[in-house]
């Protein structure tokens, strides 16, 4: 009876069937107890009274507290009929995404040397994302970022036209123009370009940007940087090279190579047989960004000569996240970090 009771108690989800059990148990004249007093207590051999009398009362203080205790939630699983015999169903933590992960590490390193890290926005102006980086309008160097351009912008002057930015570059100029150096920042961000997918380009992508402005910052101190950042970021074997390249914001501008992680520099099919591969832009800050900074300030404070050349010099870098995460983990189709496969994102739990 006492088990009864129990499951009975435990299936109470509403007011009614509530009342219902306790008629059914406590009712004056057919309750379940009143039957058995009647049927059994009364009767029963002297020397079985108290024992029987004994239970008899436990039982009654069973079904009063089932009474009074709060009702049981629908979910219980003796209402549901849930099968608890069953397998239950097994809920995966959430894990940062492969890529997430790869620009925390990057981010990371720097914080390490003393970088903070800057955001800004992904639509950008025409004036952050090229004109202050030194591609003026027309400028066939603007044919290297294939632009995604805002709708409806053909109204306003150039400078002030949206569009989706195409590399992190912009909050360089957003950062000088808010703040004096000394500046040590990176900028972790998505950018866009009007590429056709295929298993390298993706019209979405990730950047980390660095820069870092001051007194005497020379191209050693960006070697040396860029350097360090390797070999933490791929292990202290791998050794860096600097390459002559272009960009229109920096003046000299190097492309960076590291010793190919696959086959030790070597050669082999992963690094086309080179030794080498390429993996991040960067340069000197070129000193027509500082005038157009420089530019920008005064027209809050006419007189701001903080980003003089003559007294300030800088460094600056880009790299793509998606490249080194697929260099990281061998991943040879960029596809994968964007199609929610459980099957690849697994393999980063
Ligand atoms: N913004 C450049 C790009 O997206 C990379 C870069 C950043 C180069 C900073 C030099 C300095 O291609």
Redesign the pocket.
């Given at each position: 009876l006492a088990a009864e009771v129990r499951t009975e108690a435990a299936a109470l989800t509403t007011p009614d069937a509530q009342e219902a059990f306790r008629l059914h148990w406590l009712g004056r004249k057919q309750g379940r107890l009143k039957l058995i007093s009647d049927a059994w207590l009364k009767s029963a051999p002297a020397e079985a009274r108290k024992p029987l009398g004994i239970r008899f009362n436990q039982l009654k203080q069973q079904i009063e507290q089932a009474l009074e205790a709060p009702l049981a939630t629908a979910s219980t699983a003796a209402v549901q009929g849930i099968d608890v015999t069953l397998p239950g169903a097994i809920r995966t933590p959430g894990i940062p995404h492969p890529l997430l992960k790869t620009m925390q590490e990057i981010v990371q390193v720097f914080h390490h040397l003393g970088y903070s890290t800057n955001l800004g926005p992904q639509v950008e102006t025409d004036f952050y994302n090229f004109e202050a980086l030194n591609f003026p309008p027309n400028h066939p160097a603007r044919d290297t970022?294939d632009t995604l351009q805002i709708a409806h912008q053909s109204s306003k002057p150039s400078r002030d036209r949206l569009l989706m930015r195409?590399?992190?570059?912009p909050v360089q100029i957003r950062t000088m123009v808010a703040q004096a150096p000394p500046i040590r920042i990176v900028i972790p961000g998505k950018v866009h370009r009007n590429d056709a997918a295929d298993a390298t380009h993706s019209p979405i992508f990730h950047?980390v940007?660095g820069l870092c402005v001051d007194t005497n910052i020379t191209f050693s101190d960006l070697k040396g940087t860029l350097d360090h950042a390797m070999k933490a970021l791929f292990g202290s074997d791998v050794k860096t090279r600097f390459f002559p390249s272009f960009?229109p914001?920096?003046e000299p501008?190097a492309d960076v190579q590291i010793s190919c992680i696959f086959c030790g520099g070597k050669g082999c099919r992963k690094c086309k047989h080179s030794g080498w591969i390429e993996l991040l832009?960067?340069?000197m800050v070129d000193p027509a960004v500082f005038a157009a900074v420089t530019e920008e300030r005064r027209k809050t404070n006419p007189a701001d000569d903080t980003y003089n050349p003559e007294r300030i010099t800088g460094f600056?870098?880009?790299m793509g996240v998606e490249r080194i995460a697929m260099i990281q983990h061998g991943i040879s189709d960029i596809g994968h970090f964007y199609s929610g496969d459980m099957r690849f994102l697994e393999q980063f739990a």
């Open positions: 970022q195409t590399h992190t570059s950047q940007e960009f914001f920096t501008s832009g960067c340069g600056a870098f880009g």
